[in-house]
C-alpha cells in the first residue's frame, strides 16, 4: 500500500542531486571533495613557504606574500581542511555505527556543508581580489585591525570565518542530538564504538569553543567595518582581550581536531589486531576528560604576556595534567596490539605511524607547558614543529588511516593498497624531514613567520633538508590522488565486510549502503556489536523490527541558496566603504542587505512549507535485499 506525499517529494538525479541532498553519505562525500580540495590549496601554500625558506635571504616570494601564504595555509589547513574532512568521516560512518537510518536534522546538516563551502570560497577568494588575509591565522589585535592591515584581507578571514564557522556549529549540533537520539535499540552509550564516541564528544566541544570565535569575529569585525574599539588600546579597547577569546576557542579547536583521529586510531587498530580494544571504558573516559581539560588551558599561548606567574603556574599544571589520559589511549592502544594478530594493512600502517609520531608531539607539547622554558620557545619554529607533529603527524595520518579503511563503505571500492602503501611511506617518511629538524631550528633561535633568514646562522641545511621534506609529502598526496582515480575506474565490488574482520555495525550493510542504511534496524547485544554476532555464529545481526516503509527526508535546494546569500551578504557588507551610493544608500549596503533577505526568506520558507519527506517501500527495500527478507 503506496504512503501519502510518497510520489509528491521530486527526486533529483545528476547536479541538483547533490545541490539538494540531504543523504548524510553523500554530504560525507560532498565534504570529502570540498576538505580535499582545501586540503590541496592549504598544502600548495605550505610548499610556496617550503620553497622561499629552502635557503637563506631568498626572494622567491615578496614579504607580503609571504604573510598571506603563512596566514592562509594556517587558516584554511585548519578552518577548510582538517575539520570539513573529519566531518567526512563522521557523516559516513557515524550514524552507520549507531545503527541509524539518517541524522537528527538532516535539512540542518546540508546547511552545515554549504555554509561552509561559500564561507571558505569567500575567503580563499581574496587570493583573486588581491586582499589577501595577512596577520597569521591567530589575526592577533592590532595587526589585525584597520590600522595595519587597511585592506580588506582581514575582512574576508572575519567574514569567511564566520560564515564557514555557522556551518561546523550547526554540524555539531546535528551529531550531538543523532548521538543522543538516533540509536538504534541496545545500542547504549558503553557499547558505542570509539570513533562515535570521540565524534560525540568533539560535538560537544564545538557547541562551547565556536560561540567564542562567534563573537571575536564579531567584534573583530566591528573594529574593522563599523570603527568600534574592541581591541584598539589607543582607543580604550584591550588587545590581550583578543588572544584569550581566540585561544578559548583555539586550544579546544585543537581537541576538536585530535579526538575524531584518536577514534579513527581505536577502529583501526582494534580491526586490524583482531583483538577488542585494551581498556574500552578508561579509552571513553579518556576522551571525556582530555575534552575537559582541553578548556581550562588556553593561556599556555600566552605565558609570555605578562599575565603573572600564579597565571602561568596554573595553565601550566593544567596544560601538563592532559598527558595523562593521553597516555592511557596511548597504552591502550599498545596493549589491543600486544598479543593480536596484526595485519599491516594501509589503514593500519597509517595508524602504527600515527603513535610514536603523535607521541613526540605530546612530548614537546609538555615542554612548551613548562611556562619558563616557553620564553624561549615562544614564536620560534620549535612551536611550528611541534603543532604539526601533532596535527599532521596526529590528524592527518589518522585522517589518511580512516580513508584507507572506510574508502569502500563510502563508495563499494577498495583503494590499492600497493599505492596506498606508497603512500604512507612517501607522507611519513617526508613528514619526518619536514618537522624532525624544525625543533632544532627553533632551539637555534630561528623565529617563525620570518620570510627570510641570514646566511650563516647554521640554518641553511636544516631549512633544505626540511623544505625536501615537504615535497616528498606533496609526492605522497600525488600518489593518493592517484590512487583515488585508478580506484574510481574499478568495479563497485566490494563486500559488506570488505576488511573481513569488521567489528562495527558499518560493516553489516553494503558497500556503499543503500540510501535508508539499514533494511531493518539491528538489535545491538553487546559492545563491538558486529564481532559479538560472529562470535556467537552469526552472519549477520539480529533485526529490531520487521520490514516495512522507511521514512526519508525530502531533498531541499534551501540549504545551498541560504549559503549563496550569505556569501553576497558577506562580500557587500565587506565594501560598504568603497561602492559608492545609490540614491543616498551605500551600495555595499544594498548588496549585504540583498544577500541577508535570501537568506531569511529562505528561512521563512523552510519554516511554513510543510514537508512529510517521503516513504521508500517495502517492495523496493525485498528488492534491494536481493528478495530475501
Ligand atoms: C602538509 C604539509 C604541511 C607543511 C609542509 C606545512 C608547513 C608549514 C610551515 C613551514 C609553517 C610555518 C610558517 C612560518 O611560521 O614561517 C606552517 C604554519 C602553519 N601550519 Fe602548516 N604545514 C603543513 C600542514 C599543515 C596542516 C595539515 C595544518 C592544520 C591542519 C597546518 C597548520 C598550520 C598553522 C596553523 C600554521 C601557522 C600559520 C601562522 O603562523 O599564522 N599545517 N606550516
Ligand atoms: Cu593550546
Not at 624561549?376 to 579503511?405: P, R
Not at 563486500?495 to 550493510?509: A, H, M, Q, S, V
Not at 549502503?513 to 539491528?522: G, H, L, R, S, V
Not at 565587506?574 to 544577500?595: C, E, F, P, Q, R
Request: proline content about 5%.
Amino acid at each position: 500500500m503506496a504512503h501519502a506525499n510518497a510520489h509528491a517529494v521530486k527526486r533529483y538525479t545528476g547536479l541538483m542531486d547533490w545541490l539538494t541532498t540531504v543523504d548524510h553519505k553523500k554530504i560525507g562525500i560532498l565534504y570529502l571533495i570540498a576538505g580535499g580540495f582545501f586540503f590541496l590549496i592549504g598544502g600548495l601554500e605550505a610548499i610556496l613557504i617550503r620553497i622561499q625558506l629552502w635557503m637563506p635571504q631568498n626572494d622567491f616570494v615578496s614579504a607580503n606574500t609571504f604573510n598571506e601564504l603563512i596566514t592562509m595555509h594556517g587558516t584554511t589547513m585548519i578552518f577548510l581542511a582538517a575539520m570539513p574532512l573529519l566531518f567526512a568521516l563522521m557523516n559516513a560512518v557515524v550514524p552507520l555505527q549507531i545503527g541509524a537510518r539518517d541524522v537528527a536534522f538532516p535539512f540542518v546538516n546540508a546547511l552545515g556543508f554549504w555554509t561552509f563551502l561559500f564561507g571558505g570560497l569567500l575567503l580563499n577568494i581574496s587570493w583573486l581580489t588581491g586582499h589577501v588575509p595577512d596577520a597569521g591565522w591567530t589575526a592577533y589585535a592590532p595587526l589585525a585591525g584597520t590600522t595595519y592591515s587597511g585592506h580588506h584581507g582581514m575582512d574576508y578571514y572575519v567574514l569567511g570565518l564566520q560564515i564557514a564557522g555557522i556551518g561546523t556549529l550547526v554540524g555539531g549540533i546535528n551529531f550531538l542530538v543523532t548521538i543522543i537520539n538516533m540509536r538504534a535499540p541496545g545500542m547504549t552509550f558503553m557499547r558505542m564504538p570509539l570513533f562515535t564516541w570521540t565524534a560525540f564528544i568533539t560535538s560537544a566541544l564545538i557547541l562551547f569553543a565556536f560561540p567564542a570565535l562567534t563573537v571575536g569575529l564579531a567584534a573583530l569585525m566591528f573594529d574593522r567595518i563599523f570603527d568600534a574599539n574592541f581591541f584598539d588600546p589607543s582607543a580604550g579597547g584591550n588587545a590581550v582581550l583578543w588572544e584569550h577569546i581566540f585561544w578559548i576557542f583555539g586550544h579546544p579547536e585543537v581537541y576538536i581536531l585530535i579526538l575524531p583521529a584518536f577514534g579513527i586510531i581505536s577502529e583501526v587498530v582494534s580491526t586490524f589486531s583482531r583483538k577488542r580494544l585494551f581498556g574500552y571504558s578508561s579509552m571513553v573516559f579518556a576522551t571525556i576528560l582530555i575534552g575537559f581539560l582541553g578548556f581550562m588551558v588556553w593561556a599556555h599561548h600566552m605565558f609570555t604576556t605578562g599575565l603573572g606567574p600564579v597565571a602561568n603556574a596554573l595553565f601550566s599544571i593544567a596544560t601538563m595534567l592532559i598527558a595523562v589520559p593521553t597516555g592511557i589511549k596511548i597504552f591502550n592502544w599498545l596493549f589491543t596490539m600486544w598479543g593480536g594478530s596484526i595485519k599491516f594493512t594501509t589503514a593500519n600502517m597509517f595508524a602504527v605511524g600515527f603513535i610514536p609520531t603523535f607521541v613526540m608531539g605530546g612530548v614537546t607539547g609538555v615542554m612548551l607547558a613548562a611556562a619558563p622554558a616557553d620564553f624561549q620557545y615562544h614564536d620560534t619554529y620549535f612551536v611550528v614543529a611541534h603543532f604539526h607533529y601533532v596535527i599532521v603527524g596526529g590528524l592527518v595520518l589518522g585522517l589518511f588511516a580512516g580513508l584507507h579503511f572506510w574508502w569502500p563503505k563510502m563508495f563499494g571500492r577498495m583503494l590499492n593498497e600497493g599505492l596506498g602503501k606508497l603512500t604512507f611511506w612517501t607522507f611519513f617518511i617526508g613528514f619526518h624531514l619536514t618537522f624532525f629538524v624544525q625543533h632544532f631550528l627553533g632551539l637555534m633561535g630561528m623565529p617563525r613567520r620570518i620570510w627570510q633568514y641570514l646566511d650563516g646562522m647554521g640554518f641553511n641545511e636544516m631549512n633544505l633538508i626540511s623544505t625536501i621534506g615537504a615535497l616528498l609529502m606533496g609526492v605522497g598526496t600525488i600518489v593518493f590522488l592517484l590512487n583515488v582515480l585508478i580506484t574510481s575506474f574499478k568495479p563497485k565490488n566490494a563486500p559488506n565486510d570488505p576488511w573481513e574482520d569488521g567489528r562495527t555495525l558499518e560493516w553489516t550493510i553494503p558497500s556503499p549502503p543503500p540510501e535508508y542504511n539499514f533494511a531493518q534496524t539491528p538489535l545491538v547485544r553487546g559492545y563491538d556489536a558486529y564481532w559479538k554476532e560472529k562470535e556467537d555464529g552469526h552472519s549477520s545481526m539480529t533485526p529490531a523490527e520487521p520490514i516495512g516503509p522507511i521514512h526519508m527526508p525530502s531533498p531541499s535546494i534551501l540549504p545551498f541558496i541560504m549559503s549563496v546569500g550569505l556569501f553576497i551578504a558577506g562580500f557587500g557588507f565587506m565594501y560598504a566603504k568603497d561602492w559608492g551610493y545609490v540614491g543616498g544608500i551605500k551600495i555595499g549596503l544594498i548588496v549585504g542587505g540583498a544577500g541577508l533577505a535570501i537568506t531569511l526568506f529562505c528561512m521563512l520558507l523552510r519554516s511554513v512549507i510543510d514537508d512529510h519527506g517521503f516513504h521508500i517501500e517495502e517492495e523496493e527495500i525485498l528488492k534491494d535485499m536481493g528478495g530475501k527478507a
